[in-house]
């Protein structure tokens, strides 16, 4: 993993969204962003704020049952692929299901449990880290890829 940069603490699921939707505007296109965080750390929440602030309409559910969501974008003229990859056990799993057919440029990428295939990712990666549980603070940890540098820099 790498290092991480820059910490936020967030104490409200509100927040958590808040925080996914800021990145989500800055976004466009091409990035492949990893959410690591225990079950319930609010990985899915900052994915919804994320697809938010991407300009999707549609309700964002949990991929944990498809894996893969695809959401439409129209603002922006991308989609945005939600990945869930709890339920997988082996990198080839992955491949089957064509993770890597949507690192693309049209597409931003999001994967909750993305340790299982951090060796098929390009290197030039967002990685998010959520910490905590229940009612308590997150502490959101960003180590920056170089492709939303921008939005560290604001
Ligand atoms: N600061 C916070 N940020 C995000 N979620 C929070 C926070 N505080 C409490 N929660 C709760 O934690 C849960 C996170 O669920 P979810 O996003 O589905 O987790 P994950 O996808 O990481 O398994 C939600 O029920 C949410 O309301
Ligand atoms: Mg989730």
């Given at each position: 993993?790498?290092?991480f940069q820059s910490?936020?603490?967030?104490t409200?699921p509100?927040e ?6 800021k ?7 091409g990035e492949?962003?990893?959410?690591y965080g225990d079950?319930?750390a609010?990985k899915?929440?900052?994915a919804?704020?994320l697809g938010?602030g ?7 559910t949990?991929?944990t049952?498809?894996l893969i969501?695809?959401y439409?974008c129209?603002?922006k ?6 990945i869930?990859?709890y339920r997988?056990?082996y990198?080839?799993?992955?491949e089957i299901?064509?993770v890597r057919?949507?690192?693309r440029?049209?597409?931003?990428c ?7 295939i951090e060796?098929l990712?390009?290197p ?10 229940g ?5 959101i940890?960003f180590?920056p890829?170089?492709?939303v ?5 604001q």
């Amino acid at each position: 993993m790498e290092h991480f940069q820059s910490t936020i603490v967030s104490t409200s699921p509100q927040e958590t969204f808040d925080l996914g939707k800021k990145l989500g505007q800055t976004l466009r296109g091409g990035e492949i962003i990893c959410l690591y965080g225990d079950l319930g750390a609010g990985k899915t929440v900052f994915a919804k704020g994320l697809g938010k602030g991407l300009g999707v309409e549609a309700e964002i559910t949990s991929p944990t049952f498809t894996l893969i969501q695809e959401y439409e974008c129209s603002t922006k003229g991308l989609q945005f692929i939600h990945i869930d990859l709890y339920r997988l056990a082996y990198p080839e799993e992955a491949e089957i299901i064509g993770v890597r057919d949507y690192f693309r440029d049209d597409c931003v990428c999001l994967l909750e449990w993305p340790e299982i295939i951090e060796d098929l990712l390009p290197p030039d990666h967002l990685q998010i880290k959520i910490e905590g549980s229940g009612d308590s603070p997150r502490v959101i940890s960003f180590a920056p890829a170089s492709r939303v540098q921008h939005f560290f820099e604001q």
